[in-house]
């Protein structure tokens, strides 16, 4: 995949917003080359709001983007289904402030995209490939992102529950593994926390449909899609967050029991210092590398 690529046809799915309870009507549209993806409120005069870094706004139990007012809530699962199947320019239609939750996973969106079907354009992709490491620390959450020639994620979570504990899942993105190991993945909540949850404006669209449902010492809505679901879809998660960086980037993204204030944390890092990374497309990198063993033949 070594130029950018949009959705061939329209796409539309209706939900709910999982922290919002609102009812959403979504319509993914192909865009021109350079565009990224945008986000229109179709019920403010199709305000636009550009998956960037720069329009994080609040961000705890989901990402939310705001511009001049106007919010945009849970955009990772969504972004992180366009890393996942290579889409770099779409307009994303919403009619209310919330993206639908649909089955608490990447997997809808991921088949609505590619039933419309992916089109690849003109343009180069350009990468962002990163050249030093960073590393961010809050108390025992951990964030970092290392040089590398691809795209790879490992995440470790330690959540004191039974069917939970310990669990590290790394992935590779290439030859659709983000397709079979980490888009099914669903997002996940424990019972006894929901009252408190819901009292904080939180959760009011959650469901045994939309999400895996745990109680102290079991799943409520078996079976899993995953042994080790719930760390799978921290990588999902974090996916989605690093897709505010515009460019997908060549390095490897390790996290430990972070959460979303980390992962933008860490585009926000990425984004504010050019010395941490440089563009580059893969054919560039290609030469490149026949260039150093040419040069190593010589030596
Ligand atoms: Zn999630």
């Given at each position: 995949?070594?130029?950018?690529q949009?959705i061939?046809?329209?796409?539309?799915?209706?939900?709910?917003?999982?922290?919002?309870?609102?009812?959403?009507?979504l319509?993914?549209?192909?865009?021109?080359?350079?565009?990224?993806?945008?986000?229109?409120?179709?019920?403010?005069?199709?305000?636009?709001?550009?998956?960037?870094?720069?329009?994080?706004?609040?961000?705890?139990?989901?990402?939310?983007?705001?511009?001049?007012?106007?919010?945009?809530?849970?955009?990772?699962?969504?972004?992180s289904?366009?890393?996942?199947?290579?889409?770099?320019?779409?307009?994303?239609?919403?009619?209310?402030?919330?993206?639908?939750?649909?089955?608490?996973s990447?997997?809808?969106?991921?088949?609505?995209?590619?039933?419309?079907?992916?089109?690849?354009?003109?343009?180069?992709?350009?990468?962002?490939?990163?050249?030093?490491?960073?590393?961010?620390?809050?108390?025992?959450?951990?964030?970092?992102?290392?040089?590398?020639?691809?795209?790879?994620?490992?995440?470790?979570?330690?959540?004191?529950?039974?069917?939970?504990?310990?669990?590290?899942?790394?992935?590779?993105?290439?030859?659709?593994?983000?397709?079979s190991?980490v888009?099914?993945?669903?997002?996940?909540?424990?019972?006894?926390?929901?009252?408190?949850?819901?009292?904080?404006?939180?959760?009011?669209?959650?469901?045994?449909?939309?999400?895996?449902?745990?109680?102290?010492?079991?799943?409520?809505?078996?079976?899993?899609?995953?042994?080790?679901?719930?760390?799978?879809?921290?990588?999902?998660?974090?996916?989605?967050?690093?897709?505010?960086?515009?460019?997908?980037?060549?390095?490897?993204?390790?996290?430990?029991r972070?959460?979303?204030?980390?992962?933008?944390?860490?585009?926000?890092?990425?984004?504010?210092d050019?010395?941490?990374?440089?563009?580059?497309?893969?054919?560039?990198?290609?030469?490149?590398?026949?260039?150093?063993?040419?040069?190593?033949?010589?030596?």
């Amino acid at each position: 995949m070594t130029h950018e690529q949009t959705i061939r046809d329209a796409a539309i799915c209706t939900g709910v917003g999982l922290h919002s309870g609102a009812p959403v009507n979504l319509r993914i549209l192909p865009a021109s080359a350079g565009t990224g993806i945008v986000f229109h409120r179709t019920d403010l005069e199709g305000f636009p709001i550009e998956a960037s870094g720069r329009n994080v706004a609040r961000v705890s139990y989901a990402t939310s983007l705001m511009k001049r007012g106007v919010l945009i809530s849970t955009t990772e699962h969504l972004l992180s289904a366009f890393v996942g199947v290579g889409i770099d320019n779409a307009i994303v239609e919403l009619d209310n402030l919330e993206l639908p939750m649909l089955d608490g996973s990447a997997r809808p969106f991921v088949e609505m995209i590619q039933k419309a079907g992916i089109r690849k354009q003109r343009k180069q992709r350009t990468y962002l490939r990163i050249v030093r490491k960073i590393e961010l620390r809050e108390g025992d959450k951990f964030i970092a992102v290392y040089p590398a020639d691809a795209y790879s994620v490992s995440y470790s979570i330690n959540f004191p529950h039974p069917l939970i504990g310990k669990q590290s899942f790394g992935v590779r993105l290439e030859n659709g593994s983000y397709l079979s190991e980490v888009a099914p993945a669903r997002t996940f909540g424990f019972l006894h926390e929901a009252e408190a949850m819901r009292q904080q404006g939180l959760i009011r669209g959650a469901s045994l449909e939309n999400a895996i449902v745990l109680n102290r010492d079991e799943v409520l809505n078996p079976p899993l899609r995953f042994p080790d679901e719930f760390v799978r879809h921290k990588v999902l998660d974090l996916i989605g967050d690093l897709a505010l960086i515009g460019k997908q980037i060549l390095g490897s993204v390790v996290a430990d029991r972070a959460g979303h204030a980390m992962h933008t944390a860490l585009v926000s890092r990425i984004l504010r210092d050019r010395t941490y990374w440089e563009e580059t497309t893969l054919e560039e990198r290609t030469a490149e590398s026949a260039f150093a063993s040419a040069a190593t033949v010589t030596a």
